[in-house]
């Protein structure tokens, strides 16, 4: 349920149905898939208070400055909802364009396709369990979990970033065909409920790192999030605040607040305040970040 990046035809000539160009099957021995789901993962797993709060941009920038201390880092985006054809320029062949795909793409040092950071790309930017309803098909969860292994198997750090908030489903109960419970045997999925990003997170698990986009409501939001993280037995490392609004009003108070109740509740540290930038690019975001910080939130210090 797919569009392979980097290729395949522009929906213009393709009905929708058949617009689902499958992610290439993993052709390597199964020995070697068996090997890449056994390494444990190594990195984040970047959630937000909200869409559209900054998780690109600060998952970009943790890839750039866990880049500039010498580690080599991927970024993974496993489902993206909205996606235009970018035609052939020069010969060279056409592609899906996701913005958030490009700019892990970019942030990352080591060689990668489109498809590798985000085997599950979406046409319609809606919620991603709709959006892959409109195209005839669903969100293949193991397909999700098996490309972060890949992933990890060429890399030192992995930086996957969610979809939308916290807990956004990616397949309804009632569109769930397999044995969900096979896909993670120590920590299987509730039943009944669907899956979604926060059962991705715990499949990965990964560390959470939240980025809080401070506008009003955010204390509310931060603090729902990581209990959230938590109740599911996950880890949150550390946040991340985000000036979206160069406006805000006593956005420092706001920091302050949450410092101190992510701290005292979850012991989870701040990371970096992102000032407001235009635009907000993966180095100067890196720039705010305290990187000592982020290694020991990520228990990638010797
Ligand atoms: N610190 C910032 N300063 C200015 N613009 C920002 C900042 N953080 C995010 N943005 C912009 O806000 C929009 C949403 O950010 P994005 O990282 O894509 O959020 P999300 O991944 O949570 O949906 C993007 O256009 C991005 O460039
Ligand atoms: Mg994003």
Redesign the pocket.
């Known amino acids: 349920m797919t569009k392979m990046l980097g290729g395949g035809e522009p929906p213009t000539v393709l009905p929708l149905s058949e617009a689902q160009l499958l992610c290439e099957p993993d052709s390597r021995p199964q020995a070697a898939v068996e090997a890449d789901r056994d390494r444990p993962l190594r990195g984040c797993f970047v959630t937000?208070t909200d869409?559209?709060?900054?998780?690109?941009?600060s998952a970009a920038g943790l890839l750039s400055a866990l880049a500039q201390q010498g580690l080599r880092v991927a970024g993974y985006k496993p489902v993206a909802a909205g996606a235009v054809w970018q035609p052939a320029v020069n010969g060279t062949g056409g592609h899906w364009y996701n913005?958030?795909v490009e700019a892990l793409h970019a942030a990352s040092n080591i060689e990668l396709t489109r498809s590798e950071v985000c085997p599950c790309l979406l046409e319609e930017a809606c919620a991603p369990h709709l959006a892959a309803r409109l195209e005839g098909g669903r969100i293949e969860p193991e397909l999700l979990i098996a490309g972060a292994h890949q992933l990890m198997s060429r890399c030192d750090v992995l930086v996957v970033?969610g979809a939308g908030g916290f807990c956004v489903p990616l397949v309804e109960a009632q569109e769930i065909s397999g044995d969900l419970a096979a896909l993670d045997a120590a920590a299987p999925p509730r039943t009944g409920t669907g899956w979604g990003t926060d059962d991705l997170a715990v499949a990965l698990r990964l560390p959470v790192i939240l980025?809080v986009g401070l506008r009003l409501g955010c204390i509310n939001h931060a603090l729902l999030t990581a209990e959230a993280v938590v109740a599911r037995g996950l880890r949150l490392a550390g946040w991340i605040a985000?000036?979206?609004e160069p406006a805000m009003p006593h956005a420092q108070l706001n920091i302050d607040t949450l410092t101190r109740a992510l701290q005292q509740r979850h012991d989870a540290p701040l990371l970096g305040v992102?000032?407001?930038?235009?635009?907000?690019t993966a180095a100067r975001v890196a720039d705010e970040l305290d990187v000592g910080a982020v290694l020991d939130a990520l228990g990638l210090r010797d």
């Open positions: 937000g869409t559209e709060v900054g998780k690109t941009t913005e958030d970033e980025v985000n000036r979206i992102v000032a407001y930038h235009a635009p907000a």
